[in-house]
Antibody, heavy 121, light 109 residues
Framework: QVVLQESGPGLVKPSGTLFLTCNVSGDSVTGTNWWIWVRQPPGKGLEWIGQGHHSDTSSYNPSLQNRVSISVDKSTNQFSLRLTSVTAADTAVYYC??????????????WGRGMLVTVSS | EIVLTQSPATLSLSPGERATLSCKASETVSSYLAWYQQKPGQAPRLLIYDASTRATGVPTRFTGRGSGTHFTLTISSLEREDFAVYYCQQRRNWPPGASFGGGSRIEIK
C-alpha cells in the first residue's frame, strides 16, 4: 500500500518561499511513476502545480512556471515543492500525489492527506 | 494549455437517481482523461482513468465514456456516499502536463 505524507510549515510570510516535502512509503520514487503536486484554495477547485521524475525531469503549470520547482530525492524516497515570492493567493491545501505511469498515465492513484499552507504576515 | 469545462456546476438529485456529468476539452485530449471524487476534508480519489477504465475498488455504477473533446461520467443509481464533488483531469504525455476541470457538485435534493 502506497502512503504519501506532506510536511512543512503551515504559515509562510508574503514574499517568502513555501517549501513542502512529501514522504513516500510503499513505493520507490526511482520507478517509472511521476510525482505530483496539486493545490486547492479554500472553497475552490483543484489546480495542478507540476510534477517531477527521478531522472531530473520536471514540468510545471505555466501560470506558476517562474516561481516553482519540484525535485525528487532518491536517497530519502521523498519529493519536494518550492514556491517562491508567495502571496495570499497561494494560500491553499497542498496535496502530493503519485501519477501511476507505465509509458502511459493510469491516473493520480495515491494522494497525501493534504496540508493547509497559509500565506500571512 | 488545455482547458477543461465541466457541467453542470451543481446537480441536485435524490438517492437512486441517475447522474450524468460532462467534461469538455478545449482541444483533443485523446483518452488521457481521468475522473476523481472529492468529499469534504478529504483528498481526491481516482475513479476512472483512460476515459473509461474504473480504478481498483470503484463500484460498477460509475461509468466513464468519451474521446476527443467530450467526456461523461455517469453514476447509474446514486448512493448516499456518492454525494460529493467530481473533477475531470487531462494528462499530456510529452512534455508532461495536466489540468483539472472546475468540478461538478452532486448534492442531495
Amino acid at each position: 500500500q502506497v502512503v504519501l505524507q506532506e510536511s512543512g510549515p503551515g504559515l509562510v510570510k508574503p514574499s517568502g518561499t513555501l517549501f513542502l516535502t512529501c514522504n513516500v512509503s510503499g513505493d520507490s520514487v526511482t520507478g517509472t511513476n511521476w510525482w505530483i503536486w496539486v493545490r486547492q484554495p479554500p472553497g475552490k477547485g483543484l489546480e495542478w502545480i507540476g510534477q517531477g521524475h527521478h531522472s531530473d525531469t520536471s514540468s510545471y503549470n505555466p501560470s506558476l512556471q517562474n516561481r516553482v520547482s519540484i525535485s525528487v530525492d532518491k536517497s530519502t524516497n521523498q519529493f519536494s515543492l518550492r514556491l517562491t515570492s508567495v502571496t495570499a493567493a497561494d494560500t491553499a491545501v497542498y496535496y502530493c500525489a503519485r501519477d501511476h505511469f507505465r509509458g502511459y498515465s493510469y491516473g493520480f492513484d495515491a494522494w497525501g492527506r493534504g496540508m493547509l499552507v497559509t500565506v500571512s504576515s | 494549455e488545455i482547458v477543461l469545462t465541466q457541467s453542470p456546476a451543481t446537480l441536485s438529485l435524490s438517492p437512486g437517481e441517475r447522474a450524468t456529468l460532462s467534461c469538455k476539452a478545449s482541444e483533443t485530449v485523446s483518452s488521457y482523461l481521468a475522473w476523481y471524487q472529492q468529499k469534504p476534508g478529504q483528498a481526491p480519489r481516482l475513479l476512472i482513468y483512460d476515459a473509461s477504465t474504473r480504478a481498483t475498488g470503484v463500484p460498477t455504477r460509475f461509468t466513464g465514456r468519451g474521446s476527443g473533446t467530450h467526456f461523461t461520467l455517469t453514476i447509474s443509481s446514486l448512493e448516499r456516499e456518492d454525494f460529493a464533488v467530481y473533477y475531470c483531469q487531462q494528462r499530456r504525455n510529452w512534455p508532461p502536463g495536466a489540468s483539472f476541470g472546475g468540478g461538478s457538485r452532486i448534492e442531495i435534493k
